[in-house]
Structures are given as structure tokens and as C-alpha cells.
């Protein structure tokens, strides 16, 4: 009938709305590219064995980088019997001089899914004056030998992996680093992030370069990450979002709290680092006024991300 | 014929007779009563002032509307000085919910007078035919012509100037019918400039530009029934909100319509008369014109209805029923996108409403009885099941941690009514009970920037259904030169749900100084109360007058806000010949109960003196009509209870219009 179709065709010239309307998913993917597979990112073959990196995406990023090593016969292809994995990341610079990151010195086996894991909180990336190199130690088959393997470290795109560098009230160097959300949404977020702190070395360097002690890190326990996030943009006067929990350590040795992004952008992750004793460390409290016009300020210890 | 209702209405299938007129010749096209249980208050569009009105202008003739302004289009109505949450809007009984989280497009505003025939005002529980409501309902009813023995054109064109906002206006509407089919056009076009106050300051962002047509189509597939087929287009450019930061730059709605209808001879069922309905409404806003904004923002809204109305009409010797289904399924979906000073930057983008989904099937009864020629009982109800989801719940989780995605409600009503005539009296006495689910708004909305009170709004989806318990009361006294008639009703609302200031988060909207959240108060009452008379002081010189007063407390007897102080509006009507002359003096007194805490302040009394004067004429065959006429011509500067922002309401305004019909 003429009429159905008149109206037919009236409802189709309606329903192709002005302007179109956000696809969600898409409009986080815009920022943030996720990563999920773990990928070769090195590989070593030595001593008849085949040393195989992986890293998500298969790339070493700036900030906190999940590892995986898996070593086999490079004849057989077979999953080698191996024990005391260690691994040591030491950036050289243009002086010379060498200095490491946060680490897993002694990989965990993970016998069941046949790799060793570990992590690294790489604090440059990889550039002329500053080159990186991973030193590996394993014993396979009762022969322990070593390994050295300069690797690349890239820029991490995504903010929302963002890592900061400081230095406490208590004079030690402390290194935070986000580990997830890769990929946050408008809502409750779980938020992950490791605390480390650089252990200095007591002895002397000993033996053969590099010794593991002069290059030690380790996880901070106890502390307490109290958060508080900000929409820096000067438009957004300084927004907060409720609900948020202060970040504790669980028993991955990780800190975990949650975060609530009430719109995607740029926000601000203000901190304030407290020890065990509730002694502040690091960090400064936001004043809550709402300052439309004004970039927001930020605790003096912060990260942004941005999603 | 008997006072209040059981009256009889010629369907579209019957030959135009009155009411009255039973020697109606019994050929092929036949009429059939339709039976109307409830009262309603039926009325032509046009005021008593004016006869070229906006729908606005007409809805605010009626004795319990009011309505928040924001500007001099799309203005908000109030039933029962309750706000458009609580009142079921309808277009012949569709449900259409407007797209613009700033409830700048309720569905009045996707309308024109000249595609209505009436507006149904049903108070209280007795408007929950078309749903649950609390204050009432109020049904939208479209022009539609009657079968005609005879192929027979009928038109009218209609047009006129507003000298104050340079508002200039075309509206035709023709329609033609024949024993087998029929058709109703309409067309109009309204575009007006920014009106100027009572100190003659040109209120800036109060334009308005308005285009709307429809079109509907009915033919007799047999001499008992019926198809129709309706369809309104309605686009809004340009129109400026003076009381908000941002402006429509542009609002679309289409509005159809297929039902059918079966009548019946014999037999209990007199009428079945169903329907499919679907509506896409689009709102999108624009601040680009307003310099001041430190933020641009887009905000785009948009809803979608699909429903369904089927209605039977029973009718037993004193005995007569409505019985109504209504089921429909709307999604509504709001988005913010928020533009960085540094366009450089990331926008940043949330939904104001998360994809909401509201699906409500209810069935609902009115029933009436004549116990006698004097008084009649009215009993009636409704059952309906209202269901939500959000598709983006994780927005809402973000203040209401786990809240469900998915809520479904009952909404149970009831109320009777009993209505008793003696000699020149009448009087009637009715109660009612009946829920509502929040609005989505109330229980999904994230982030609405109200600037009224200047916070933004967070809605709870665990908000509890609205429960109110009614109670009204007429009595009237009517002779022939002289009428009138106090009404009053009471409502007591358990879980009356409003905003609270939020102890947590923080503004998000610049110009915003807080957030609240919709919360339910124990209860709220309000109180409505009005006295209307007439006086015919000669055959051709009527006066009429009307005093209403309204009360709304919360639960710790603090004034709950948008509740009219007590307002009068009198007015005389003399005809002369061809020539009529009205005069008009409206008003309200000094809001005493305004409520701070919601964002009100004590507002001023006003009074608006009207007159206007028109001149019947005939044209060949084609009746015509000129009015002129003068609004507020003491050109008071002034601004009501509901003026959102204080933004003063329009001077003197003179007006002429011209009506051709034939």
C-alpha cells in the first residue's frame, strides 16, 4: 500500500539521526590500544638450548612489563629441564655507568604452563645514550651457564601504564608503576600498581660484572597508596569521582585499590605514599575546591593517564 | 444529557450529528456511541484571548497546569504542580518521552495546535488509562476527521504576528472525506525573534523556529471498521533556552501511527479499537552561540518508542467499561562529549543516559455505574509492569557500586469516584492509590546539569516506586446565568522522590556547584485547591473568574518547590454582531512558600492585564476571523514561580491573526 510505504520510507529518512551516535567501545580504543598476547619479544640460542622472551605484544615497554621465558632444546624443540632462572635488566648509559630496575631477580617457575615469569619495571627507554641489556643465568640439565642480551625498550603509548621515579622523605628511591587497567572504562575501575624501592648496595661490587647486589630492588610491603583522582583539564574545575579505594597490598605482593573515571580523558592519579607506620613518604593533598578556568592541581606525587 | 461523562462521542465512522439528534437516517455508514467512563475536561484550542495559541499557551488556559519556562518555547508542563515525571503524556494515548536530559522537549513541543482537536486532562489516579501517573494524565488528542456521506473538503489557514518577539506564523491544515476514506494534512510554520521584558531589554537566546506536519489517513473496510493510518513530522531549528547555557540547535520528532477499529452492533463490546505506534524523537544542543561557555559540549539526545494501545469499550444497560492495554518500549540514550580548551586535547565523553531501556505493560480498567438518574459510581484501576535495563550500567555503578543492571516494578492503582446531581448541585467525592516507577532521569541519569538549583544530577536505580494516595473533591452549583465550582484534592506521596545534595564526587558541568542525587523522602504532601465561577451579566456580556491555591510540603514540613503560590485569573467576554471583545486580568501573589533549598527564591506577584478584539467576516464561502489584541499591557517586568533562572517573562506584546476557513 502507498501509504505504508510513504510511511516506511518517512520512518527510514528519520531514523538516519543528524549526527550519529558514539560507539562506546570505539571511542576508548581511540587512546588506548590493549594488549592481551604474549609475544617473542627476545630469543637467545646458546649451548645447544633456545631462550625465548616473551612480553606482551612482544615488545619491552617503558614501565612495568610482564615476562615470560621459555627454554628448550633448539634441536628437538623439546621444554628443557631447567631450574634457578635468574634475571638481571641493566641499562648502560653514554657515561658508561649502569644502573637496573625494578625486577623478579629469581624467576618462578610456573610448571604447569611451562615458563618461568618474572617482570620488569624499565625505567628508560631504550635510546643512543641509553642501551639496555638483560643478563640471564640458568641451570639446564645440571649446567649452569650465563647469558647477555641487549634488548630494545620502547615508548609506552598507553598512559594508562604510566610509571613515576622518586625519591622518599626517607631518602630512599621509590619507583611506582601502573600494571592495570591497560584499558579503562567510564566506571569502577580496578586499579593495580607495584611500589619498589632501590636497595643500596651495602658490599662492594664482587666478581664478575654484573653482581646481582649491586643492583637490587625490592617490593615495597605494607604501605598504603591513598588515591585521589583529578580531571586536570582547566575546563573540568578540578572534578574528582567517589567511591574511590585507597591502594593496599594483597597477597600477589601488588597494591590494589579502585578507581572511578566518570568520563573517559585525561586524569590525574594523585597519591600519597604512607609506610607501615603511616608516616607519609611521598605526596601532598589536593585541595577540593572546584576552580572552573584553572588547570588542576596535582599532589607532588601523581600520574596521569588518559583513556 | 447527564453531567459528567457517560456521554456519548461520534466515532470518526459516524456521519457528523450531534449528540443529541437520534433521528440519525440508518444507511450504510452508521453511528456507533463510544462510551467515555471518565470525566474529562475537553476543550477547542484556543484561550479565551487568543484563537491562534501555541499548545502552551492553551495548556496554561487550564486551571491545574502550570508549567516551568526556560525560555519562550517547549515550556514544561505542570498537572497538579507536579512536574512531566509524574504525569502520563500522551498523543491519543501513545507514549512518547522526550529526548533531552534538560527536559527542554516534553511532548507538548512536538505538536501544533492545529493537528490537535482537544487536550484530555484527567487528575490523579483516574489518568492511569494510559498508565501510571500520580498527578494525572494528560492526552494529546490529533484532529480527526469524521466519514461523510459526500465527498466534502474542509480547511482552515491561520496566520499572524507577535509584534514583541516578531513571532510570525502560516499554519493550514485541509482535510477531506468521503463515505470510504478520509484524510487530514497539516502544515505550519512558526519562527520568532528574542522577545524583549517589561523594561523593554531584549532577552537574549528566546528565539524560536518551528515547522510541523502531519498527515493522517483512514479508510472503512467494512461499515463497522476501520484502518488508520497518522503520522506528525515535527522539527524545531534554532531555539534559544535564555535561562540554560546552551541552546537547541536542532529537535526532530516523528510521530506515527496504524490502528484499527472494530465496532459492534449487539452485544456487551461496543468498540475495539487498536493500535501500533512508533516514535523517534532526536534532540541535539548547541552552546557554540554562547561565548561565555568555558566549555563547548556537545550533547546530543535521542529516544525511541515502540507500543501498542488496544481498548475495548463495554456497554450494559447502566453499566459501562474501558478496559485499555498498554504496552510500549522506549530507549532512551544521552550522550556528553566535552570538548578540551586545547582542542588538541582528548574530548572526553560520558552518557548522561547509559542506553536506558524502559519496557511497561499494564492493563487498565474504568468502570462506571449509574446507580440512579442522580449519582454514579466511578471504580477503576490498573496493573502494570515496568521494567529497565541499563546497558551501560558500569556509568551508574560508579555512585550505586553493583547496583542490577535490570529492574523490573509493579505499579498497582485504584481509585473511585462518586458523583451525585441534585437540582442546580452537583458534587463528587473520589480517592485513589497508584505507584510509579522513576522516571529515567531519576534512576539512570548521570551527570544532568540542572540549572535551576545548579547542580548536577545523579540518578539511583534503586530508587522505590512512588506511592500515592489521593484524595479529591468538587461541588458546584450551576443555574443558567450563574456557575460555580470549588474543587480540591490531596496527595499524599510515600517515597516522593527529589534530589539530595551528594556528600561525595564532584561537580562535573563548570558552571555546576555540586552534585545531588535523586533521593526519596519519607513522603510529601501537596494540596491543590481551586474556585471557578461565571456570570452571565447579559446575553452577551459573560464574566468569568478562577482562584487557584496549591501547598506542598516534604516530610519535614519544608516547601517542596514548583508549587504555584495562590494565582487568579478573571476575565469578561462581550460579543457584539460580528465583533467580539475579551479583557483579561491574570496573575499571582507573592510566592511565601518558595523553597531555598531546591534552588528557589521568593518571587514577586505579578499581575497581566490582556485585551483583545475580534471581527467575524465571511469571504465568499470561506468563514474568516482578524483578532488584535494586546498581552501584558502594563508591560510589567516580572517572572513566575517556575521561571527557570528568574528570566523575566515577555512585555507588551500586540497580536494579530487572521483565520480563513471553510
Known amino acids: 500500500m502507498k501509504i505504508l510505504l510513504f510511511m516506511a520510507a518517512l520512518c527510514v529518512v528519520v531514523m538516519s539521526c543528524t549526527k550519529g551516535k558514539t560507539d562506546y567501545e570505539a571511542e576508548i580504543d581511540t587512546v588506548v590500544t590493549e594488549h592481551v598476547e604474549f609475544k617473542e619479544a627476545a630469543t637467545v640460542t646458546t649451548n645447544g638450548y633456545h631462550i625465548r622472551i616473551e612480553a606482551l605484544n612482544g615488545t619491552f615497554y617503558k614501565g612495568y612489563n610482564e615476562i615470560r621465558l621459555k627454554i628448550t632444546n633448539s634441536q628437538t624443540g623439546e621444554i628443557s629441564n631447567t631450574s634457578g632462572v635468574t634475571f638481571l635488566p641493566i641499562m648502560t648509559n653514554a657515561m658508561g655507568e649502569h644502573q637496573s630496575c625494578p625486577h623478579r631477580y629469581q624467576l618462578m617457575e610456573r610448571s604447569d604452563e611451562k615458563y618461568f615469569s618474572g617482570y620488569a619495571v624499565f625505567t628508560e627507554k631504550s635510546s643512543l645514550d641509553d642501551s639496555w641489556n638483560l643478563y640471564l643465568s640458568l641451570t639446564v640439565n645440571g649446567q649452569t651457564f650465563q647469558v647477555e642480551k641487549s634488548i630494545n625498550v620502547q615508548e609506552q603509548a598507553n598512559k594508562n601504564l604510566n610509571m613515576t621515579v622518586f625519591t622518599g622523605k626517607d631518602n630512599e628511591q621509590y619507583i611506582i608503576a601502573l600494571i592495570s587497567p591497560q584499558k579503562p572504562k567510564v566506571s569502577e575501575n580496578e586499579l593495580l600498581a607495584g611500589i619498589y624501592r632501590y636497595q643500596k648496595p651495602i658490599d662492594n661490587p664482587s666478581g664478575v660484572f654484573p653482581d646481582p647486589t649491586q643492583f637490587s630492588y625490592t617490593e615495597v610491603n605494607g604501605y598504603m597508596l591513598q588515591l585521589d583522582p583529578r580531571m586536570p583539564e582547566p575546563s573540568m574545575g578540578n572534578h574528582s569521582s567517589p567511591n574511590n579505594k585507597d591502594l593496599t597490598q594483597q597477597n600477589d605482593g601488588l597494591y590494589h585499590g579502585v578507581v572511578n573515571y566518570t568520563m ?19 605526596g601532598t593533598v589536593v585541595p577540593d575546591d572546584f576552580t572552573p578556568g584553572i588547570a588542576g592541581a596535582k599532589s607532588d606525587l601523581h600520574i596521569d593517564i588518559l583513556f | 444529557m447527564k453531567k459528567l461523562s457517560v456521554g456519548l462521542v461520534l466515532l470518526v465512522f459516524g456521519i457528523y450529528a450531534k449528540a443529541q439528534d437520534s433521528q440519525i437516517k440508518q444507511d450504510s455508514t452508521r453511528r456507533i456511541d463510544e462510551v467515555h467512563v471518565n470525566r474529562m475536561v475537553k476543550k477547542k484550542i484556543e484561550t479565551e484571548m487568543k484563537m491562534s495559541v501555541s499548545v502552551d499557551e492553551f495548556l496554561a488556559s487550564s486551571e491545574n497546569i502550570s508549567f516551568i519556562k526556560r525560555g519562550a518555547y517547549a515550556w514544561e508542563p505542570l498537572l497538579n504542580n507536579m512536574s512531566s515525571e509524574r504525569t502520563n503524556l500522551t498523543i491519543d494515548g501513545m507514549h512518547i518521552f522526550g529526548a533531552c536530559t534538560d527536559k527542554m522537549d516534553p511532548i507538548t513541543s512536538y505538536v501544533e495546535s492545529n493537528n490537535l482537536s482537544a487536550i484530555d486532562i484527567t487528575s490523579g489516579q483516574a489518568g492511569s488509562m494510559h498508565g501510571s501517573t500520580v498527578s494525572g494524565s494528560i492526552d494529546l488528542k490529533r484532529k480527526s476527521t469524521p466519514f461523510s456521506l459526500d465527498p466534502k473538503w474542509s480547511g482552515a489557514y491561520q496566520t499572524g504576528f507577535e509584534w514583541n518577539n516578531k ?30 521584558d517589561g523594561h523593554n531589554d531584549e532577552v537574549k537566546h528566546s528565539q524560536y523556529h518551528k515547522f510541523n506536519t502531519s498527515l493522517g489517513m483512514a479508510y472503512k473496510t467494512s461499515p463497522l471498521s476501520a484502518l488508520r493510518v497518522d503520522a506528525i513530522f515535527d522539527m524545531a531549528k534554532d531555539v534559544g533556552f535564555p535561562a540554560l547555557p546552551m541552546d537547541l540547535w536542532l529537535s526532530r520528532a516523528l510521530i506515527t501511527s496504524a490502528s484499527y477499529k472494530q465496532m459492534f452492533e449487539d452485544g456487551l463490546v461496543k468498540v475495539w479499537d487498536s493500535k501500533i505506534y512508533f516514535n523517534a524523537v532526536e534532540h541535539y544542543m548547541d552552546d557554540t552561540t554562547r561565548p561565555e561557555n568555558l566549555v563547548h559540549m556537545d550533547m546530543p539526545g535521542w529516544s525511541t518508542t515502540y507500543g501498542l494501545v488496544s481498548k475495548i469499550n ?10 485499555q492495554l498498554n504496552a510500549y518500549e522506549n530507549v532512551s540514550i544521552a550522550e556528553m562529549r566535552m570538548y578540551p580548551q586545547d582542542r588538541n586535547n582528548r574530548t572526553m565523553f560520558a552518557y548522561s543516559w547509559p542506553w536506558v ?25 490498573a496493573l502494570g509492569l515496568n521494567y529497565n535495563h541499563a546497558k551501560y550500567v558500569e556509568f551508574n555503578w560508579i555512585f550505586h557500586p553493583g547496583t542490577p543492571q535490570e529492574k523490573t516494578r509493579f505499579l498497582p492503582s485504584l481509585h473511585a469516584n462518586y458523583q451525585l446531581n441534585f437540582d442546580s448541585f452537583n458534587f463528587s467525592a473520589g480517592t485513589g492509590y497508584g505507584h510509579r516507577a522513576p522516571s529515567v532521569s531519576e534512576g539512570y541519569g548521570y551527570y544532568i546539569y540542572n540549572s535551576f538549583d545548579r547542580y548536577d544530577y545523579i540518578g539511583n536505580p534503586d530508587l522505590k516506586n512512588e506511592i500515592s494516595y489521593e484524595m479529591n473533591a468538587s461541588l458546584g452549583f450551576k443555574k443558567e446565568k450563574v456557575g460555580i465550582e470549588v474543587k480540591a484534592n490531596y496527595f499524599y506521596i510515600q517515597n516522593y522522590i527529589v534530589g539530595r545534595i551528594l556528600n561525595m564526587g564532584s561537580p562535573m558541568n563548570y558552571q555546576s556547584v555540586g552534585v545531588k542525587g535523586y533521593t526519596s523522602l519519607d513522603h510529601a504532601t501537596l494540596f491543590n485547591f481551586s474556585i471557578g465561577g461565571h456570570y452571565d451579566i447579559l446575553q452577551n456580556l459573560q464574566w468569568k473568574g478562577l482562584l487557584t491555591y496549591a501547598r506542598g510540603q516534604d516530610d519535614r514540613g519544608g516547601n517542596l518547590p514548583f508549587i504555584r503560590p495562590l494565582s487568579y485569573q478573571t476575565s469578561v467576554h462581550f460579543t457584539h454582531h460580528k465583533i467580539g471583545f475579551q479583557t483579561s486580568l491574570n496573575g499571582d501573589f507573592t510566592q511565601n512558600n518558595y523553597s531555598p533549598e531546591y534552588g528557589e527564591d521568593k ?36 517572572s513566575t514561580y517556575a521561571d527557570w533562572g528568574n528570566i523575566p517573562r515577555m512585555g507588551r506584546n500586540i497580536f494579530t491573526s487572521l483565520k480563513v476557513g471553510f
Open chain 1, 264 to 282: 573517559t580523558g585525561n586524569w590525574t592519579l594523585n597519591f600519597i605514599m604512607q609506610n607501615q607506620d603511616g608516616q607519609i613518604i611521598k
Open chain 2, 167 to 196: 513571532q510570525f506564523f502560516n499554519m493550514g491544515n485541509l482535510s477531506y472525506s468521503d463515505d470510504k476514506f478520509v484524510a487530514d494534512g497539516s502544515i505550519s510554520f512558526r519562527k520568532a525573534g528574542n522577545y524583549a
Open chain 2, 314 to 323: 463495554l456497554k450494559k444497560d447502566d453499566y459501562a467499561s474501558e478496559i
Open chain 2, 357 to 381: 531501556t524502559t519496557r511497561y505493560v499494564g492493563l487498565s480498567m474504568n468502570n462506571a455505574w449509574e446507580i440512579s438518574d442522580k449519582s454514579q459510581v466511578n471504580v477503576g484501576g
Open chain 2, 603 to 638: 518571587t514577586s506577584s505579578y499581575k497581566i492585564w490582556n485585551v483583545s478584539a475580534d471581527y467575524r467576516f465571511n469571504i465568499k464561502n470561506c468563514k474568516a476571523v482578524v483578532q488584535v489584541g494586546a498581552e501584558n499591557l502594563w508591560n510589567e517586568y516580572y
